[in-house]
């Protein structure tokens, strides 16, 4: 477990006490023990240090009492696991996310520039014997706070595509840059992310096998004069990786009658890009069989050319 010193001082996590008295306690007061306000508080400290169910919670809540009741009294201690999964099915999810997202609103006001939103199925959340399927869970990440955001819960992954702009339209992403996996270059996905206030940066790849090709066949016939270069090298696991990354703000052919029909029509377009990278081991070269692409609303400058590789970074680092 991590210790939440590292994380937050202590007027942040007495404001989330403040924000979480909004919901209210629908027990008979002279039957509780643990009044709601430290139920709420010792889950989400929990959960922020790396509490994987309530199990996990619990332990580090005796693990941590006394640090608890510095913002509590905790009279009677830590509740069982059992005690806490049915007291926490009995709050509205929605109250809940609201109160959780305006106390990170309140501490971390600063203006958010890059957001990776992206899905993970959670682990050991299925029930084979009763059919459930695993949580799976669209999250949206700030890189530069290292704050989720927000979330939204899913079905199955294809049902990324309808939650992304539903999430999107929850969190407040004036200005920022806001990137996705290739599950997530659809129209209607750029769209409401410009509703937002917001820039987009999609990836393409296999997925949408004609759009692909036709950006890599852009690149491969454009004018040297159209295209920026850079590349750049990161050394890991003794092992070097080389980026070449290709930018262009020509975009005029993709809305050209010779596009195919159909073709999607992503709005206020202004970059596309492309990266090819290699790894190299000693004498040995590896490269890649897929260039990933991406579009983008946002214009970058000479120095911002890594914007693609920043996004992609931060996408791999929230999946960590």
């Known amino acids: ?9 202590r007027p942040r996590l007495a404001a989330l006490l403040d924000h979480f008295a909004e919901i209210a306690d629908t027990r008979q007061s002279w ?21 994987d169910d309530y199990d996990d919670i619990v332990d580090w809540g005796k693990a941590h009492l006394a640090f608890l009741r510095g913002f509590a009294e905790f009279h009677f201690g830590i509740p069982c696991a059992d005690w806490l999964r049915c007291v926490m099915n009995r709050i509205d999810p929605k109250l809940f996310m609201d109160c959780f997202s305006s106390w990170v609103a309140e501490c971390w006001p600063d203006k958010l520039d890059l957001v990776a939103i992206d899905g993970k199925t959670s682990r050991r959340t299925h029930n084979r014997r009763t059919g459930h399927k695993a949580l799976h869970l669209v999250s949206a990440f700030a890189t530069n706070s290292r704050l989720v955001l927000g979330q939204e ?18 969190l407040d992403l004036k200005g920022a840059l806001v990137s996705t996996d290739a599950m997530g270059c659809q129209t209607a996905i750029a769209q409401s992310t410009l509703d937002a206030g917001a820039d ?28 920026e270069k850079v590349e ?27 596009s195919y029909p159909g073709a999607p029509r992503f709005p206020q377009l202004t970059t596309i890009a492309m990266v090819e990278s290699r790894i190299e081991r000693g004498d040995k070269i590896e490269s890649d069989p897929t260039s990933p692409l991406a579009l983008s609303r946002r214009r970058p400058s000479r120095r911002r050319h890594a914007v693609t590789g920043r996004s992609k970074t931060s996408c791999t680092g929230f999946s960590t």
């Open 200 to 227: 987009y940066l999609l990836a393409v790849k296999d997925n949408q096998p004609t759009l692909h090709a036709e950006i890599e066949s852009y690149f491969a016939t454009a004018p040297a004069a159209d295209v």
């Open 31 to 51: 039957k509780v023990m643990y009044p709601l306000r430290e139920v709420l508080f010792l889950v989400v400290c929990g959960t922020i240090a790396s509490g």
């Open 153 to 170: 819960a899913v079905f199955e992954k294809s049902n990324e595509i309808t939650a992304i702009p539903a999430l999107i339209a929850r």
């Open 1 to 9: 477990m991590e210790d939440l010193s590292a994380f937050s001082a």
């Open 232 to 258: 750049t090298i990161d050394k890991d696991h003794g092992r070097f990786e080389v980026r070449n990354y290709s930018v262009s703000h020509q975009v005029d052919w993709y809305a050209a009658e010779r």
